[in-house]
């Protein structure tokens, strides 16, 4: 590998389907969901399905994603009770600021507010990442040069986001984005929050690493009409894959932030189709959307959670994952994460 690998030590997740990382996993790898009739209504009268997190109180907006936030970053965190926050940045993904309804006015007040809700206070290289699905990416990019270049021990990456929200339904569904009774091209909106600790790969085993990531930007994004070659995604896979050192038929399978829309999968086949020159017998796919529902910014890191757990209880399809996201804008990253057994 030519680049600098990552390794994911712990996860915290809360979700529609688990308020930690084991009952959400558990939940996706059997494929179970709790989609449900929202309080919002389509144009046709129906009631949109969505994936609710069902917390003690029913908390909504700004608040709901603080708390969210928190009860990942303290689950991530249990395992380490000796860090010190201090000494460990915090970069926390969001929702891009063009989305309709974004319900946070002020990011920095936001994470003012968090550190308030967990009663810590993190490193001073920490920092909003508003970029959605990409966010991971960008995030995991950020810690890499934290842990290469200013030496610290340890990155926390975390994130929270909802869909749920009256604008930001109204303006997918008038986009034919959202899953609807009019509509059935859409995806089924949710909310979340989840959080990974990553520090520098020491050669130990039994451990998820992350040992490439690439970007791209996509013309032809989902609001484009121009025709879709795949060309953002399959610059993101390539960089990623020359950063881990690898060829796209050195590996196994793969997870992706598709939710529903035919766009995304039609994007995914076309990468395919122009990076892998070794035959095949299998390369599936996972999208663990099909249990949360589409949760913006903190799909990414559910994706590398969901990955962790499959290592672990070795029931993934392989040691050699690729994994990829996209945002609405054409935003594109891509990561090829590595599950180092004991062999």
Not at 10 to 27: D, E, F, I, K, R
Not at 37 to 66: A, H, S, Y
Not at 289 to 310: H, P, Q, R, T, Y
């Amino acid at each position: 590998m030519s680049g600098f690998p990552l390794t994911i030590t712990s996860v915290g997740m809360v979700t529609g389907v688990g308020l930690n990382a084991p009952a959400t996993c558990a939940a996706i790898r059997c494929a179970i969901d709790n989609f449900q009739d929202t309080r919002f209504m389509d144009n046709g009268g129906e009631w949109i399905m969505g994936c609710e997190v069902p917390l003690e109180q029913p908390w909504r907006g700004k608040t709901k994603l603080l708390k969210m936030a928190a009860m990942a970053i303290r689950e991530c965190l249990q395992s380490y009770p000796q860090l010190n926050p201090k000494v460990t940045p915090m970069l926390l993904c969001l929702s891009e600021h063009e989305r309709k309804g974004r319900v946070i006015d002020d990011d920095n007040q936001f994470f003012l507010d968090l550190q308030e809700e967990l009663q810590l206070q993190f490193h001073e290289k920490s920092r909003i990442i508003a970029h959605g699905h990409a966010a991971v990416g960008v995030a995991m990019k950020h810690a890499r040069r934290l842990i290469q270049e200013f030496g610290c021990s340890q990155v926390l990456i975390a994130a929270t986001d909802s869909l749920l929200v009256g604008a930001t339904l109204a303006h997918f569904e008038e986009h034919e984005r959202l899953l609807t009774s009019n509509h059935s091209n859409g995806f089924i909106p949710g909310e979340a929050g989840a959080a990974l600790l990553v520090e520098s790969y020491s050669g130990r085993k039994n451990q998820l690493v992350c040992t490439g990531l690439g970007f791209g930007v996509e013309k032809a994004h989902v609001y484009s009409e121009e025709p879709l070659r795949a060309d953002g995604l399959t610059a993101a896979i390539k960089e990623a894959l020359d950063d881990a050192g690898c060829e796209m038929g050195d590996l196994d399978f793969r997870i992706t932030d598709i939710s529903g829309e035919h766009y995304a999968f039609k994007e995914a086949s076309l990468v395919l189709l122009r990076l892998l020159r070794k035959r095949k017998e299998t390369f599936d796919i996972w999208h663990p959307a099909d249990c949360v529902g589409e949760v913006g910014s903190v799909l990414g890191l559910i994706m590398i959670g969901v990955l962790k757990a499959a290592c672990e209880k070795a029931y993934s399809k392989g040691n050699h994952i690729l994994a990829h996201l996209g945002d609405d804008d054409g935003k594109r990253s891509s990561m090829i994460l590595s599950w180092q057994g004991s062999d």
